[in-house]
Nanobody
Framework: DVQLQASGGGLVQTGGSLRLSCTAS????????IGWFRQAPGKEREGVSS????????YYADSVKGRLVIHNDKAKKSVYLQMNSLKPEDTAVYYC??????????????????WGQGTQVTVSS
């Protein structure tokens, strides 16, 4: 079974940085997309960023463009989300998820097949 292990959340002040990590195991296919989602209290889960395993193509939600950078280490089957210039509105539980295929821009949670446990990111004002 595919499993995802997420880590790296924490408490940071406004303007600070955090790096989230997500490592996949049990993969039996080579074409997949790993995405990061977040869910704040009382809000729907939203897609933040994703990256394709094949060519490293990426997607960013408008709300995070220019502040977050996603990259992968294919050998380690890991994806990293560098979060810079954090804002209080970035506070949420962050989840990594995986879907088969190569399309990064369709970040509907229902399109993703496998989910890691969440990691809390809290940005204080």
């Amino acid at each position: 079974d595919v499993q995802l292990q997420a880590s790296g959340g924490g408490l940071v002040q406004t303007g600070g940085s955090l790096r989230l990590s997500c490592t996949a195991s049990g993969l039996t296919f080579d074409e997949y997309v790993i995405g990061w989602f977040r869910q704040a209290p009382g809000k729907e889960r939203e897609g933040v960023s994703s990256i394709a395993s094949t060519d490293g193509s990426t997607y960013y939600a408008d709300s995070v463009k220019g502040r977050l950078v996603i990259h992968n280490d294919k050998a380690k089957k890991s994806v990293y989300l560098q979060m810079n210039s954090l804002k209080p509105e970035d506070t949420a539980v962050y989840y990594c998820a995986l879907r088969r295929g190569i399309v990064t821009s369709t970040m509907w949670p229902s399109f993703y097949d496998y989910w890691g446990q969440g990691t809390q990111v809290t940005v204080s004002s």
